[in-house]
T-cell receptor, first 114, second 110 residues
Framework: NAGVMQNPRHLVRRRGQEARLRCSPMKGHSHVYWYRQLPEEGLKFMVYLQKENIIDESGMPKERFSAEFPKEGPSILRIQQVVRGDSAAYFC????????????FGPGTRLTVL | DAKTTQPPSMDCAEGRAANLPCNHSTISGNEYVYWYRQIHSQGPQYIIHGLKNNETNEMASLIITEDRKSSTLILPHATLRDTAVYYCIVRVGNGNQFYFGTGTSLTVIP
């Protein structure tokens, strides 16, 4: 059973470009979470999605950031008009359900904005 | 608001038990305590979790105090590969998000 997969592993963008980060959850998992980790800091929750629904986006910046988890295909975290402050590691996690269950994390995508 | 408090760093001799403390004095009755670790810049790795009772698995043991306001993660025989940042986590919000805090940087010394 393959783990959580994220791609690309490394992404370089210039200021003003768009970044699209993909996450394929573990097989059988219908819950996806996105976290951001700035250098020398812990992970910060961004958004929680189930298939075709955003359940909790309380950690998402109000502008330029969006997330989706379509019925078919991976979850996408989209950052429009990137700025240097968006440079970070973005981790995706998945779980089969929420209550009392652990989240399994992917290897992360490291975004660098030039 | 920080839900957990951990020492920023600890050292442990190889082969000895590593005991990592965590305070979670505001934990609610239905909130689980989770432990994860992050080696270098890899994705966090699940270690163990519990609600009220002590738990043990092949990686570690979790001791939760009776009042649930603190817990200790025990790595029984630390190896060099256990060098990592260890996060004690309590679910926040409606149970969807993990609050990672800054964790404890454990260094296992040969």
């Amino acid at each position: 059973n393959a783990g959580v997969m994220q791609n690309p592993r490394h992404l370089v963008r210039r200021r003003g470009q768009e970044a699209r980060l993909r996450c394929s959850p573990m097989k059988g998992h219908s819950h996806v979470y996105w976290y951001r980790q700035l250098p020398e800091e812990g992970l910060k929750f961004m958004v929680y999605l189930q298939k075709e629904n955003i359940i909790d986006e309380s950690g998402m910046p109000k502008e330029r950031f969006s997330a989706e988890f379509p019925k078919e295909g991976p979850s996408i975290l989209r950052i429009q008009q990137v700025v240097r402050g968006d440079s970070a590691a973005y981790f995706c996690a998945s779980s089969p359900w929420t209550e009392g269950n652990e989240q399994f994390f992917g290897p992360g995508t490291r975004l660098t904005v030039l | 608001d920080a839900k957990t408090t951990q020492p920023p760093s600890m050292d442990c001799a190889e082969g000895r038990a590593a005991n990592l403390p965590c305070n979670h004095s505001t934990i609610s009755g239905n909130e689980y305590v989770y432990w994860y670790r992050q080696i270098h810049s890899q994705g966090p790795q699940y270690i163990i979790h519990g609600l009220k009772n002590n738990e043990t698995n092949e990686m570690a043991s979790l001791i939760i105090t009776e009042d649930r306001k603190s817990s200790t993660l025990i790595l029984p025989h630390a190896t060099l590969r256990d060098t990592a940042v260890y996060y004690c986590i309590v679910r926040v919000g409606n149970g969807n998000q993990f609050y990672f805090g800054t964790g404890t940087s454990l260094t296992v010394i040969p």
